[in-house]
């Protein structure tokens, strides 16, 4: 088989390509093994019976779980501007070892409205009392939170819409049991907010990279019956590339929990970050609040490398011709803040066939995703159609 050599290219192809830069728009204290004596917050009391309201997404107002009652905020509003970003590195020195940990001890928490008392973990800052079932939240400063959030998404999805999000989720799954889809299965509903860190950025990215062009030469060969054949054959001239992009991150979102699947949480994503509003304890009343246990140094490091994977796809964007290879980028980011939010989700139970399946409901945009069986025998039908149709293919092409 003859190759012939490459055809002589003019000499400034042989120049390394330079790019000018382009802008490019973005896409506590430790107490290990103690047992801290917290007293619930006194807050949002019933006017008519005295009991504690919850957050009702639904009707968008504190509502009493014992008479019904619906009331207003209870407490005076948030600071105008209470929404602010931290700058990312000053903290982290403030903070020192707690900017890289978490707390673990247990609580003793006292209920405000029957007086028991709770031992709770470290995840949790709320949920509800095991013996008289109030709704008890824990003052952030009482708890020794290095960082506490200052904003957070009201949850705007009802208990009954996240139900029945849920079963319209499954239903349209073609792999599901068909008995899965008729049975009213969900029976533990629980209405969490999680804790997320967010992330901006200004960002400089200088490049290389090998610009690939590709070009086409004329091959000879031998075909079975030893007569002479010619093909195009597709071959790549390498020059090197320079380049410089510059761009911005804004509310690079990463999980501060441990304790949901962080694949099924990512399928609720994204959560409209610019729909914060101010930390008030009347959107959280009634639901559990997980304290972070991502700590902020971890979630950082997890947030940029989130940036310098978004920078390697820009960068490779930017390289002229067909293709590239061995791409460089020495990201550089300067003015990095942080905050630390909360963002409601209903986490739904079911169980089928003696096991439990996990779902979730994004208790503001109301995307939803689960977890479920599959159905064997509809996988076998559809692997059987496939090698049916792969048979069929294979033999209209002989003949």
Request: net charge negative; aromatic share 10%; charged share 25%.
């Amino acid at each position: 088989m003859e190759t012939p050599e490459p055809p002589e290219l003019p000499d400034e192809s042989q120049a390394p390509i330079e790019l000018p830069k382009k802008r490019i728009p973005p896409p506590l204290p430790e107490q290990h093994g103690v047992a801290a004596e917290v007293r619930s917050l006194e807050r949002h009391v019933c006017p008519e019976c005295g009991g504690k309201g919850e957050w009702d997404p639904g009707k968008k107002e504190l509502v009493c779980p014992y008479c019904g009652t619906h009331f207003p905020r209870v407490g005076p509003p948030p600071l105008v501007g209470s929404i602010v970003e931290h700058d990312l590195d000053k903290t982290l020195a403030e903070l020192g070892d707690k900017a890289s940990s978490v707390d673990t001890s247990s609580r003793r928490v006292q209920c405000n409205n029957c007086h028991a008392v709770i031992v709770r973990t470290a995840g949790t800052v709320a949920q509800h009392c095991d013996f008289c079932g109030s709704p008890e939240l824990l003052d952030y400063q009482d708890i020794h939170s290095p960082i506490t959030p200052e904003s957070l998404l009201p949850a705007a999805i009802s208990k009954e819409t996240a139900y029945h999000s849920l079963k319209k989720f499954l239903g349209e799954r073609w792999f599901a049991p068909n008995d899965l889809k008729r049975r009213n299965l969900v029976d533990r509903i629980n209405r969490v907010y999680l804790p997320y860190w967010t992330f901006d950025s200004s960002a400089e990215c200088p490049w290389t990279a090998e610009s690939g062009t590709y070009y086409y030469v004329t091959v000879r060969d031998r075909d079975a019956n030893g007569n002479t054949v010619t093909r195009q054959e597709r071959r790549v001239k390498w020059r090197d590339a320079s380049g410089h992009v510059s761009t911005w991150f804004d509310d690079i979102v990463v999980s501060g929990s441990r304790g949901l699947d962080i694949a099924l949480l990512q399928k609720l994503e994204p959560f409209p970050t610019k729909d914060l509003v101010p930390y008030e304890t009347r959107y959280v009343s009634g639901w559990q609040v997980e304290h972070y246990q991502v700590p902020l140094l971890d979630a950082a490091r997890h947030g940029f490398g989130t940036m310098e994977g978004i920078l390697r796809e820009m960068c490779g964007r930017e390289v002229p011709g067909d293709t590239y290879r061995n791409l460089q980028i020495q990201p550089e980011f300067s003015d990095k803040t942080f905050k630390h939010i909360l963002v409601p989700i209903w986490l739904l139970a079911y169980q089928y066939r003696g096991k439990i399946w996990q779902g979730a409901v994004n208790a503001v945009t109301g995307s939803t995703h689960a977890r479920f069986p599959l159905s064997w025998w509809k996988i076998a039908f559809v692997t059987l159609l496939v090698i049916l149709v792969i048979v069929i293919v294979a033999i209209i092409s002989k003949s």
